[in-house]
């Protein structure tokens, strides 16, 4: 089993930034994909950014330019650098974790961005 805890969810107002952690406990090695979702009131999920343990990443187009996604592979916890936030990236935000062909999700974490 592998425990998913996010933290790093606020309010910021439009052009701010937040940065939001992600740390994976438990059964945590041999994790190779680590990513952020979203889910804003009324919408589908839907993927942010992934990291690879290849250091791949990929980023929704919504926020390429503005989001960064990195991590720490020694303490298999991944990091998402949220700038010049809008108020359309209002969101619970939720990670996820890959490990032995079962995905992982965290309870997620709420931003919002106020106009």
């Known amino acids: 089993q592998v425990h998913v805890v996010e933290s790093g969810g606020g309010l910021v107002q439009a052009g701010g930034s937040l940065k939001l952690s992600c740390a994976a406990s438990?059964?945590?090695?041999?994790?190779?994909?680590m990513g952020w979702y979203r889910q804003a009131p009324g919408k589908q999920r839907e993927a942010v950014a992934v990291s690879t343990s290849g250091d791949s990443t990929n980023y929704a187009d919504s926020v390429k330019g503005r989001f960064t996604i990195s991590r720490d592979n020694a303490k298999n916890t991944v990091y998402l650098q949220m700038n010049s936030l809008k108020p359309e990236d209002t969101a619970v935000y939720y990670c996820?974790?890959?490990?032995?062909?079962?995905?992982?999700w965290g309870q997620g974490t709420q931003v919002t961005v106020s106009s």
């Open positions: 996820r974790v890959f490990r032995l062909g079962v995905y992982y």
């Open positions: 438990g059964s945590s090695f041999s994790i190779n994909i």
